[in-house]
């Protein structure tokens, strides 16, 4: 099974008193740039049968688009939302085919602990809009390889964005 992480694109800061990280939207810099992503993704071949989102507003925005690129809806899980971890692989796939590809977006540094525990990596870091591409070998405790993983100045290059 092929799972793919993508930390969300970049977000509006923070302002204000009455600031709600949760509901903190893409800038139009983030959409942008996720936009060029969902191109250079599609023609890697991406083939997701799920897209699983955070519930935070800047990873569903970041779901939303990835997924209309793959014609898959967003399922939104609260799995994926701070606190995410390996154990919660194996519910994710759950009942999927070990051929399947299944594409996540979520955040730091939930996302680069995660890709290192279950590859045995050190040193991960998913910047904002990146992605990395992990081939499970096995799903319970989750244990996989690393295959790649693209920062976003390379995902602008595949499209000849950067």
């Excluded at 971890?85 to 977006?105: H, Y």
Aim: proline residues 6%; hydrophobic residues 40%.
């Amino acid at each position: 099974m092929r799972i793919y992480f993508f930390r969300h694109a970049h977000a509006e800061d923070a302002q204000g008193p009455e600031f709600d990280d949760f509901t903190r939207p893409l800038s139009t810099r983030g959409n942008e740039r996720t936009q060029a992503a969902a191109g250079a993704l599609e023609r890697l071949g991406l083939k997701p049968v799920r897209v699983f989102s955070s519930p935070r507003l800047r990873a569903r925005q970041t779901a939303d688009i990835l997924a209309k690129a793959f014609a898959t809806p967003v399922i939104v899980r609260e799995e994926l939302n701070f606190g995410f971890n390996p154990a919660f692989i194996s519910t994710l796939v759950e009942g999927l085919e070990t051929e399947d590809e299944v594409l996540l977006i979520g955040h730091e540094p939930d996302f680069s602990t995660t890709i290192a525990a279950i590859t045995g990596g050190s040193d991960v870091m998913m910047k904002k809009g990146s992605a990395a591409r992990v081939d499970l070998i096995a799903q319970q405790p989750p244990r996989g390889t690393l295959v790649w993983l693209l920062t976003p100045r390379t995902l602008d290059l595949m499209t000849g964005e950067g």
